[in-house]
């Protein structure tokens, strides 16, 4: 791949992640950065993956220096030994690791950690990640820590809490006629549902959060821990699975049938009060793409006042769509008087919001379990003061962070007349495929969140871009000057490539069954933007947004993919001809097939 097909598709020259597939016999695993992913038996995917996981005090994953790498493979067995280095504050741990696959079906993947100084740590171990798809609600056997076991399910609905602690060893099937045991030693496991931050994967992680973190790994001390995988043939009918596109020909077959009965919804794009004079300047861009909304961020704490909501009017004067107000309650004192004094503001400034939407400034920060919830009002007396000071406006609540924190801090949707919140997909990963896999949790994401706000509710979800606005677990977001692939940075560069726009597209239709009222993929400007820097011309996800404006109100029809992993598609109807868009999910061409068999090359996208 040329630099200039890099920056094409991923708006930056650093080449992705690649790794090597690892065989013996039915058994498959990918070695990736020191890591195993998508590990198969008979093609069916048994584990997401396996990982020594080192994490900073802000939740940041420290990069590994592997070194003294060895690898060896025969048709029986794969045997890889290697020493991962990780830095954090000037402090060192080196991490001696093996990994040992056999055609049996047997994987086992060690490691001896040692510190070098005092090394500060929010997590220093194995994540064994169970894929989502298939699994949830499926039986699982939870063997505990003190030898007791449970028969129960992974969970239907996303837990906003762990749904298993002090973790042995987890049994399961990844197919009718294979039972899979993952038994994990060295310390206490736990399990949380990370499909609420939008992971496609059940994580169980070393070191119960209930204990203190950040922690210390003493200087000259050992941390071992193992992950023993027994993978077992449970009967004579095989069902072989499907190894991936990566290693087929055949097309990807599209079906699209009539309607769904639920409409395309209503698209907006944030503008913080920072990017308003990129967006007035670049007004006619904004009225090329014909957004239906524009999400106006407010911000008292972050010393937003007047001033910006003046700037505000200003654009709606010269763009005149429906402003939805989002306002950050800054909740110092008396909540009828700070509503009123909003209300004054606005009034002053002129704007006329066609939507207010409130969430308290410390919600947008993240209490995970063990943890103190922060001194903050009731969501009724936020919401009842909102509702005094505005009584004829459309008042919407839920969180302006993601869908973590709305499942574990539910409104009285009583009150309400909207629930929103937001998405991101590199909390945890940030390679391209993990980013993709976001897209398989989506549904998840919304039938949870229907569940809590009721179907027949407007529900609004957004932004949801790649880059992280706003960090609810740590102090900050990232910053990105090298232009990397890093978790929990505000910039990511795949905003600017072909990338973004097929994901978004993905996001359009992986949503599709969840009937929302209003959806924001993207800011207008800015590092989240669909506009280039200089404000004169629109990315490929701005030409996107303004297709996918331009659906809104339209009826879904009835689309799928046989390898949705691979190809995104999302059918309109359009008068008398239905309208089908697709997106090319990965970084090599894939042939398609509908009308007629096509090839898109890697993340493009073909709309009308």
Not at 182 to 187: A, I, S
Not at 278 to 288: N, Y
Not at 550 to 560: A, E
Request: charge should be negative.
């Amino acid at each position: 791949m040329t630099r200039t097909d890099a920056t094409r598709l991923f708006g930056t020259q650093q080449p992705p992640v690649q790794g090597r597939v690892l065989r013996a016999g039915p058994l498959e695993a990918r070695l990736e950065n020191g890591n195993l992913r998508y590990i198969r038996y008979d093609g069916h995917e048994v584990l997401r993956a396996i990982s020594y996981v080192v994490r900073d005090r802000n939740w940041g994953t420290l990069t590994p220096k592997i070194s003294r790498l060895g690898i060896e493979e025969t048709r029986s067995g794969f045997h890889v030994t290697y020493l991962a280095g990780y830095s954090n504050d000037g402090a060192d741990l080196t991490v001696e690791t093996r990994i040992q696959g056999a055609s049996s079906g047997r994987l086992t993947f060690t490691a001896r950690a040692v510190a070098g100084q005092d090394f500060e740590t929010n997590r220093c171990g194995f994540t064994v990640l169970h894929p989502i798809n298939g699994l949830a609600g499926a039986p699982v056997t939870v063997e505990h820590c003190d030898g007791s076991v449970e028969e129960t399910v992974f969970p239907e609905l996303i837990e906003p809490w762990q749904p298993f602690k002090s973790i042995r060893a987890l049994t399961h099937a990844p197919a009718a006629h294979l039972k899979a045991c993952c038994r994990m030693e060295g310390d206490d496991f736990e399990m949380e549902d990370q499909r609420n931050w939008s992971d496609a994967s059940f994580k169980t992680y070393v070191r119960p959060l209930e204990l203190p973190w950040p922690y210390v790994v003493p200087a000259s001390s050992e941390l071992t821990q193992a992950v023993d995988l027994q993978i077992e043939v449970t009967g004579s009918a095989r069902a072989a699975g499907r190894i991936g596109r990566s290693d087929a020909l055949s097309p990807v077959d599209i079906t699209v049938n009539g309607p769904t009965g639920a409409t395309f919804p209503r698209i907006g794009l944030l503008v913080n009060p920072e990017d308003v004079a990129q967006a007035l300047g670049s007004v006619g861009l904004l009225s090329d793409i014909g957004p239906q909304a524009i999400l106006c961020h407010f911000d008292p704490t972050a010393s937003h006042g007047v001033e910006d909501l003046r700037a505000f009017r200003e654009l709606q004067q010269a763009f005149p769509a429906a402003f939805d107000l989002e306002y950050v309650v800054a909740c110092e004192g008396d909540l009828d008087a700070e509503f009123a004094r909003l209300a004054e503001m606005i009034a002053e400034s002129g704007l006329e919001p066609a939507s207010l939407a409130v969430c308290p400034s410390v919600d947008r920060q993240s209490t995970p379990p063990g943890s103190s919830w922060p001194d903050c009002p009731p969501l009724e007396n936020i919401y009842q003061a909102a509702r005094k000071a505005f009584p004829r406006t459309v008042l919407g609540g839920g969180m302006f962070s993601y869908f973590t924190e709305l499942n574990r801090k539910r409104p009285p949707t009583g009150l309400l007349d909207f629930v929103t919140h937001a998405t991101n997909p590199i909390v945890h990963a940030a390679d391209d495929e993990s980013v993709m896999e976001t897209l398989e949790t989506l549904p998840h994401i919304t039938r949870s969140a229907r569940a809590i706000i009721r179907a027949d509710m407007p529900y609004r979800l957004g932004p949801t871009t790649i880059g992280m606005r706003q960090n609810p677990y740590g102090a900050r977001t990232f910053p990105n000057p090298n232009e990397e692939r890093i978790c929990m940075s505000s910039d990511d560069p795949r905003q600017r490539g072909l990338f973004a726009a097929a994901w978004t597209l993905g996001y359009a239709a992986a949503i599709a069954p969840a009937g929302l009222q209003q959806w924001v993929p993207s800011a207008f400007a800015g590092p989240r933007g669909v506009v280039t820097k200089s404000g004169d011309d629109l990315l490929p996800i701005g030409r996107l947004v303004k297709c996918l404006a331009r659906l809104s109100g339209l009826p879904y029809l009835t689309c799928s993919t046989d390898d949705p992993r691979s190809v995104a598609a999302l059918g309109v109807a359009t008068g008398g001809q239905p309208t089908l868009l697709m997106a090319n999910l990965t970084g090599r061409p894939v042939e398609v097939r509908h009308a007629a068999t096509a090839t898109l090359g890697p993340y493009e996208i073909v709309w009308p």
